[in-house]
């Protein structure tokens, strides 16, 4: 079972900053976040990962909370190619660690 | 040049016949999965080969059988193949951990009638 929770749909206007929570209040200590998007007819594909800092990339920046039990993926300036399902997950370092993709969010950026 | 491909990206068949599907990455990654994604959008790992050894083998019916013949294939036999089989099936690479970033191919759609 998924240890995140997202909300079901979000929208966001092209041009604008696309704000999707998560949260995962269940967290372990040493787990990280990742997220994962999947557009229409697609595979998952990789966007960005964190453990307690904020992070940034070309695509994304990821703000945790201190306490670790919530996170937020900020698609700064969002086109209508980031209309996709996004996906939050908890995932550890072991080898038999997997990615269980919840339900995410789906976020559809209009013109 | 695709990272992670998969052959064929459709596949209609009739229900009883045993088919494949086959995944080959040329990242060098070491790490290869199968998932699994219904009518419900639900996406859920069926396997995991490191190496040619199999690391994670979900409750997956046996009559789903992933064969690694190489570290850069990874192919998926379903037997017998049943009306609830219907699903896209995602192959997918990464260097060495799940936690490594996972390389997906564009999918297999497989419709049994």
């Known amino acids: 079972d998924a240890k995140t929770t997202q909300p079901p749909s979000m929208d966001c206007a092209e041009g604008r900053a696309a704000n999707l929570p998560c949260n995962h209040s269940t967290i372990s200590g040493n787990e990280y976040v990742y997220w994962y998007r999947q557009i229409h007819s697609q595979g998952p594909q990789y966007i960005i990962h964190g453990l307690k800092n904020n992070e940034t990339n070309e695509m994304a920046s990821l703000i945790i909370t201190e306490d670790r039990k919530s996170s937020t993926l900020i698609l700064p300036h969002a086109t209508l190619r980031d209309t996709a399902v996004y996906y939050c997950i908890a995932l550890g370092g072991l080898s038999t660690d997997k990615l269980i993709f919840g339900t995410g969010t789906r976020l559809q950026v209009f013109p | 040049d695709t990272a992670v491909s998969q052959t064929p990206k459709y596949l209609v068949t009739q229900m009883g016949n045993d088919k494949s599907i086959k995944c080959e990455q040329n990242l060098g990654h070491d790490t290869m999965y199968w998932y699994k994604q219904d009518s419900k959008k639900f996406l859920k790992i069926m396997f995991s080969y490191n190496n040619k050894e199999l690391i994670i083998n979900e409750t997956v019916p046996n009559r789903f059988s992933p064969k690694s013949p190489d570290k850069a294939h990874l192919n998926l036999h379903i037997n017998s193949l049943e009306l609830g089989d219907s699903a896209v099936y995602f192959c997918?690479?990464?260097?060495?951990?799940?936690?490594?970033?996972?390389?997906f191919g564009p999918g297999t759609r497989l419709t049994v009638l």
């Open positions: 997918a690479s990464s260097q060495l951990r799940s936690t490594d970033t996972q390389y």
